[in-house]
């Protein structure tokens, strides 16, 4: 079946201008993330969604950063007025969610931002 | 510091040799997951080691989990030049909301 999908694969922008960024879960998978990775860094978490649950938004590193997710499925991060330290690849994973954390994660192929 | 720590950072082995990764973190865990990635992009799940389990297996893949020393080993027996990605320890720690990924390890298999 399909995995994660993600899109655009590569995004370059200009300092200043919003960007969305999309993510496909797999099917069935209730709980979905965000991950945001600097180059040769390790991943650092952005936002969890679970179900119909609130989302834990705790690692959105400033009020610019948004994300949601719509009917349980497809989730858009939103980070307006970019600035250049956003630069970094933003990866998106889901799971089944059963079993919370222990799940196994399913990672798209991210995407590439780039602030000019 | 991270929760879990990957040692050492870099490692350049030939083709057939063993490789050893390191993974230490600070609070009592769930159960600790091994992922590799090629090229930055997404990661893939290679394992899964619960707290009450010391050994597991899979392939060419062993892993250790010394809970008592909080650290975790990753050893790829006779590597291919294939293997050459970073490798990164994500640990689910008791209480905790997430999981929490090292800063990764990265692994160079020359032919």
């Known amino acids: 079946g399909a995995g994660v999908s993600q899109s655009p694969s590569n995004k370059v922008t200009e300092k200043g201008k919003d960007v969305e960024l999309r993510c496909d879960p797999i099917s069935g998978h209730t709980a979905l993330y965000w991950y945001r990775q600097s180059l040769g860094q390790g991943l650092e978490f952005l936002i969890y969604?679970?179900?119909?649950?609130?989302?834990?938004k705790s690692g959105l590193p400033s009020d610019r950063f948004s994300a949601e997710r719509t009917g349980g499925s497809v989730s858009t991060l939103t980070i307006q007025r970019t600035q250049q330290e956003d630069s970094a690849v933003y990866l998106c994973?889901?799971?089944?969610?059963?079993?919370?954390?222990?799940?196994?994660?399913?990672f798209g192929p991210g995407t590439r931002l780039t602030v000019l | 510091s991270q929760q879990g720590e990957e040692d050492p950072q870099a490692l350049s082995i030939q083709e057939g040799e063993n490789a050893t990764m390191n993974c230490s973190y600070k609070?009592?865990?769930?159960?600790l997951q091994w992922y590799r990635q090629n090229s930055g992009r997404g990661l893939v799940h290679l394992i899964l080691?619960?707290?009450?389990?010391r050994e597991k297996h899979s392939g060419r893949l062993r892993v250790t989990l010394d809970t008592s020393k909080k650290s975790s080993s990753l050893l790829i027996t006779a590597s291919r030049a294939a293997d050459t990605a970073s490798y990164f320890c994500?640990?689910?720690?008791?209480?905790?909301?997430?999981?929490?990924f090292g800063e990764g390890t990265q692994l160079t298999v020359n032919p």
């Open positions: 994500a640990t689910d720690a008791i209480g905790g909301s997430r999981l929490t």
């Open positions: 994973a889901s799971s089944l969610g059963a079993r919370g954390h222990t799940d196994t994660q399913y």
């Open positions: 969604f679970q179900g119909n649950s609130a989302p834990d």
């Open positions: 080691i619960r707290s009450n389990e």
């Open positions: 609070t009592s865990i769930n159960n």
